[in-house]
């Protein structure tokens, strides 16, 4: 039965829209400090090359110049998932962006005109812009940092995976299909560019950060690590944040590049990257090179799945490189598939390096493995929903990971997009000679409660409610645009009958609010709402005793509505804030405040990757029908229709807003985006070349959401931030398949791949 | 980027600052949305800009259609060409190009004299006026104006005909024969998204036919697929005569292959050479499809 809630599940506005339309939200490039400074950093000329002398002596003297720093004038540790990624370099440069000297001075304009002073002396060098080439013997060594952990000198991570006997279900396969698929980089374009002001008060030795992070306190520890600080004399603030999308989990050299112009001069520095250098410089979706076998039997069963994978690391190791752990799920356990063995390899290059982007890996490893099902469908000329179908996952199942699937909306998701998208029974009407349509489906898998990657995947929260009746809740969780403070007021306002005006998210201090591993994984609603649930249930207990005291009633069930709190089945009640001021101001002088944290219930996997990761799963399903121009090779992408397993909709204006945004990324993976390379440097660092989608690109989205219920969730709901973009990419390559009879590899699927594939089916080139 | 600005307020002060500055190193600024972007990527040295967006002579920012042509000023925006429906009635190839030119808002200030003096092999409204046989009306610092033919208008990649003492003052186009009657006009623009889209390539056709449906007029003008836009002349002498609704397949392929053979293009980070001619000749077959 489902219950009725007054504010859950209502259509309400995301708290914080109206300043972020009227201009009146302070982002980082706002913040202006007394005394400030502008810093600028110098990156390499070359993507490959001995760095033979830097001479900054001009550019100190140039007035208005308060400090340069190279990397001999700092004592700091390396960076990265793997420290293996150095501040500022010393010695030689491996990449594009490599960071060579950075200067603070009174304005930008004199910041960047003291960069065009320093001089550098580069000896150019071969680089390896390949990753396959770098798994050669002949290749050099590409990041001097790494232990030499693995055979090759190249390879900065990988991973191995297995389930079932591989085998023998390939004796049991009655077709095998093989394909090597080639996914491109994708920039986040986040709106807002990246930024950082950096204050170090050098009486107290204590560092102030205004940054736009997704997890401030691991933040926190990185920074202080890399400074080598004590964690706890750095302060984070999140002023609003202009774009995540996965781009701010990493830490960026030019956050402690910022920090240490403000240690050397004492005074407040700010940098805020140009948009060309937010294309050049910030992280970027992983690009890889995905070589997939997988195997059916003669009804359609899934028998298994070979992977083997080679990331394009780039110079340095993000936590892109651990996208595997994700990546392996989806070849692991989207369908049921007896068995599985996965490779993946993480390869440093003279590139750019990746980080991490919504989706995790995901997106590539579903367009992979969507594409596939089509073509073994083909091959068993089975129908490609019918296939689906047979395989999707079921409530109850644990897979072959040891994912536990307690609801599972994959079925119910898949037959809601076949049925709406009228894929069994609509004609396409392809007899149009220039314009061919067709259809295809996608489905996926993501975690929905959260993914336990560090020791803890939990969240804390400071609840209290003030003589007036408003409540403030304190949570580690933090606002990235994705709308969790509407989302965590809301419950706050259900269960305390408080209404949203009086209720107040605190959420961007380190000094001030609880623990919280940060923002990713969609899990924030289902983390930070489980961990404010039970602080609302510890505080109210104080409340009920409060109440039932003041009410002389032995009853202990109250009805919290209104700002009253009223014993069920009666209508008499007490003000909220008068139980608060009684609480407060009479003996024994209590405070109407609680704390609560919460770990969900999922495991760290073992050694072999298995494991219950996360305290629950999101499914989803797209159909998407395209049209084709065989003139131009353009296609419109017309309807798109999505059923995701949402748990339970608690905000369904703010959910089909992440549908929808989502699903624009998706289609923009799918067609367009795509920052490309030669030779180490970026050739499309503007809107201009790289081809983000804009509004009259959108298509007609179709959102059906399915309510599972989960037990585990609050209100039964699962996350819901990534889903929506990992399938489409995936749905528009089999539509556009379905179109013309292609077999499409690589992303993007851009209007001159669609005529050479044509051209080269009709031998014309 | 640092430069100087003058802005003169009428023609006759515009002549005069013209003339002030034969001297110095100037550029003129119309709706800026290329003068900013080409000096964001090449600063220019001791640069003053002579802003021509406070002028209000009419001769200047008008659009007016008469019986026997259309004339716009050179600060025409491609919003007002865009909001014109006789315009869209009659050359629905010009209202086509100002309407997929850049977004809503950088047609509000994107000028036609920009569009035509930043000589873009991709230039929309640019095309649009090739395929319209427009004439150009350039006038010199001492007020006297001569008029060109577009397809001499263009001498290179960002290349014109006017000189350091002259100016563009604005545009002509005759009108269509016979009361705009059996119109067959367009502007087939591809690209890969649909608005913010710099042309890959592009084909403009302005094409009139009497009233038993044989071709009495034709133009037809490719973008970003040579230097310059190029007026197809052989093509268009080859629909002459012809009846626009009976051009039969083999027909199409000779019109396709004529058209083609002003196409030089190049391949860059948006699209190989082989592609651009790819989709010109398969838009020019469209034409009668
Ligand atoms: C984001 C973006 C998207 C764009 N998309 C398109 C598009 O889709 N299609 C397209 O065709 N263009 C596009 N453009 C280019 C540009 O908007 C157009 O070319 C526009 O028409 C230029 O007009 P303007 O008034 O802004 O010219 P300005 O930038 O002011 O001037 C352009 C050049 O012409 C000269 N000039 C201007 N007026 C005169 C005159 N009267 N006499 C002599 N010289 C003169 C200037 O000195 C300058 O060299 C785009 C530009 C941007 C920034």
């Known amino acids: 039965m489902k219950k009725e809630y007054k504010v859950i599940g209502k259509p309400i506005p995301k708290q914080d829209a109206n300043i972020r339309v009227t201009g009146k939200a302070i982002y980082g490039h706002d913040i202006l400090l007394p005394g400030m400074l502008y810093g600028a950093i110098l990156r390499t000329e070359h993507p490959s090359a001995i760095i033979e002398s830097i001479d900054v002596s001009e550019a100190i003297q140039l007035p208005g110049v308060h400090c340069v720093i190279t990397a001999d004038d700092v004592d700091v540790n390396n960076i990265g998932y793997k420290r293996d990624h150095p501040i500022l370099k010393k010695g030689e440069a491996n990449c594009t962006r490599d960071e060579i000297a950075a200067v603070a001075a009174d304005t930008k304009e004199i910041a960047q005109q003291a960069l065009r002073l320093i001089k550098v002396n580069y000896r150019i060098r071969k680089g390896v812009y390949d990753a396959f080439e770098a798994l050669d013997e002949s290749a050099p060594q590409i990041n001097k940092f790494i232990s030499g952990k693995f055979e090759n000198k190249n390879i900065a991570e990988k991973f191995h995976y297995e389930h079932g006997n591989l085998e023998e279900e390939k004796k049991k396969s009655k077709h095998i299909v093989s394909r090597r698929f080639t996914l491109p980089r994708m920039t986040h374009a986040c709106m807002a560019t990246s930024n950082i002001t950096a204050s170090f008060n050098n009486i107290d030795k204590k560092l102030l950060l205004y940054s736009s992070t997704q997890v401030p306190f691991l933040y926190q520890r990185d920074m202080a690590h890399a400074l080598k600080m004590n964690p706890s004399d750095i302060r984070v603030i999140q002023p609003v944040i202009g774009g995540g999308f996965g781009s701010k989990l990493d830490m960026h050299p030019f956050e402690p590049i910022c920090a240490l112009l403000s240690i050397k001069t004492g005074r407040p520095v700010q940098i805020i990257y140009s948009r060309e250098e937010e294309f050049i410089a910030s992280p970027i979706r992983q690009p890889m090179v995905i070589d997939l076998t997988a195997g059916v039997d003669k009804d359609g069963n899934f028998t298994f799945r070979e992977i083997n994978i080679i990331k394009d690391n780039g110079a340095y190791t993000s936590w892109g490189a651990t996208t595997p752990f994700v990546i392996m799920q989806a070849f692991s356990s989207l369908y049921k598939v007896k068995a599985c063995r996965f490779d993946a390899k993480a390869v440093y290059t003279n590139n750019i390096f990746a980080g991490s982007f919504r989706g995790y890996g995901n997106p590539q490893a579903t367009f992979a493995l969507e594409r596939v099902i089509d073509l073994l469908a083909g091959e068993l000329g089975m129908d490609k929903a019918d296939i689906r179908l047979l395989n999707a996952n079921e409530k109850g199942e644990v897979t072959g990971q040891g994912l536990h699937y307690d609801t599972c909306g994959h079925k119910e998701c898949l037959e809601t997009v076949i049925e709406h998208s009228g894929y069994r029974t609509r004609s396409l009407q392809n007899n149009d000679k220039r314009y061919k349509r067709g259809i295809g489906i996608a489905s996926m898998l993501h975690v929905g409660g959260g993914a336990k990657i560090y020791r803890s995947d939990g969240c804390g929260t400071t609840l209290k409610i003030d003589p007036y009746g408003y409540c403030t809740i304190i949570t580690g969780s933090n606002e990235i645009g994705q709308g969790s403070e509407t989302v965590l007021a809301m419950m706050a306002s259900e269960e305390l009958g408080i209404e949203l005006s009086k209720i107040k998210v605190i959420n961007t201090d380190t000094d001030v609010k609880p623990w919280d591993v940060g923002v990713h994984a969609s899990r924030t609603s289902f983390v930070a709402g489980n961990s404010l649930l039970g602080a609302i249930r510890i505080l109210k207990e104080k409340l009920n005793k409060k109440a039932a005291e003041f009410l002389k009633t032995s009853h202990f069930d109250f009805d919290y509505s209104d700002n009253m709190i009223i014993p069920v089945n009666t209508k008499e009640g007490i003000a909220l804030d008068k139980v608060v001021r009684e609480m407060h101001f009479s003996a024994p002088n209590e405070l109407a405040i609680a704390s609560f944290f919460y770990e969900p219930s999922s495991k760290f996997q073992d050694k072999d990757f298995k494991g219950n990761v996360s305290g629950t799963y999101a499914f989803a399903a797209q159909a998407i029908e395209v049209e084709v121009d065989t003139y131009t090779g353009n296609v419109k992408v017309l309807d798109i229709y999505v059923a995701q397993d949402v748990g339970k909709v608690l905000n369904p204006l703010l959910l089909g807003g992440q549908i929808e945004g989502g699903i624009l990324q998706g289609v923009g993976y799918a067609l367009t985006e795509e920052l490309l390379m030669k030779e180490g440097r970026i050739l499309n660092p503007n809107f201009h070349n790289y081809k983000m989608l804009t509004a009259s690109d959108i298509p007609d989205i179709h959102f059906y959401p399915v309510e599972t219920l989960d037990k585990e969730g609050p209100y039964g709901a699962k996350g819901v931030g990534e889903a929506p973009l990992i399938p489409t990419a995936a749905a528009i390559a089999n539509a556009i398949c379905n179109a013309l009879d292609l077999d499409v590899l690589d992303l993007p699927i851009i209007p001159e791949k669609i005529l050479t594939a044509l051209a080269e089916k009709k031998g014309t080139k | ?289």
Request: hydrophobic share 40%; charged share 20%.
């Open chain 2, 1 to 289: 980027m640092d430069f100087e600005i003058i802005n003169p307020a009428t023609t006759l002060e515009l002549l005069g600052t013209i003339n002030e500055l034969q001297s110095k190193h100037f550029r003129f600024g119309a709706g800026y949305s290329d003068l900013l972007m080409e000096l964001k990527k090449k600063p220019e040295e001791n640069l003053v800009v002579i802003n021509l967006s406070q002028i209000k002579d009419t001769a200047f920012t008008g659009l007016t259609i008469s019986p026997d042509h259309v004339r716009m000023g050179a600060m025409v925006t491609a919003h007002k060409i865009v909001m014109n429906e006789q315009l869209n009635k009659d050359y629905p190839v010009l209202h086509q190009a100002a309407l997929t030119l850049a977004s809503t808002q950088i047609r509000q200030v994107a000028t036609v004299g920009g569009n035509l003096c930043t000589a873009s092999p991709s230039g929309d409204i640019a095309c649009a006026l090739v395929a319209l046989i427009a004439h150009c009306e350039i006038m010199d610092s001492t007020g006297k104006t001569k008029s060109i033919p577009i397809t001499d208008f263009f001498l290179g990649p960002r290349k014109t005909v006017i000189k350091k003492n002259e100016f563009l003052n604005g545009v002509l186009v005759s009108a269509n024969n016979k009361l705009s009657k059996n119109i067959y006009s367009a502007f087939l623009k591809i690209g890969t998204r649909r608005s913010m889209e710099c042309s890959v390539v592009s084909l403009a056709y302005h094409i009139q036919t009497d009233d038993d449906g044989d071709i009495i007029h034709a133009g037809v003008a490719i973008g970003a697929s040579a230097p310059t836009i190029r007026f197809a002349k052989d093509a268009c002498d080859y629909l002459i005569g012809k009846r626009f609704d009976h051009i039969h397949q083999k027909e199409k392929e000779e019109f396709a292959t004529k058209v083609l053979s002003y196409a030089d293009p190049i391949t860059d980070i948006r699209a190989t050479a082989w592609y651009r001619k790819e989709v010109l000749y398969n838009l020019s077959k469209s034409i009668f499809e």
